[in-house]
């Protein structure tokens, strides 16, 4: 085998994995696709929550950094459902 084939070969082979892997992506279900972004956005909730609530029993601050990390942590699960929902127009 010559080094052309050899390379035209590996060229086809990773255009099949492509095609594979773009069909794969477009089979994506909508159910999943509103938990996904359902789950990140509880996720982003949750963890700035407990910081809050940590970083209130630390300090002896009771509602002042839950009510903070709530508000940052609803801004970030708003970011990432809205970055989720920007991919998938994209395709």
Not at 66 to 72: M, N, Q, S, T
Request: hydrophobic letters at 45%; a positive charge.
């Amino acid at each position: 085998m010559e080094l052309k084939e050899i390379k035209s070969k590996i060229k086809k082979m990773k255009s099949d994995i492509n095609e594979k892997n773009e069909n794969d992506q477009k089979r994506v279900s909508p159910l999943g696709v509103a938990m996904k972004m359902g789950t990140e956005f509880v996720a982003a909730v949750f963890v700035a929550s407990f910081i809050g609530i940590y970083i209130d029993k630390w300090l002896e601050t009771t509602p002042l950094f839950i009510l903070i990390f709530f508000v940052v942590g609803s801004a970030a699960g708003i970011l990432n459902v809205v970055r989720s929902s920007k991919m998938i127009n994209k395709d």
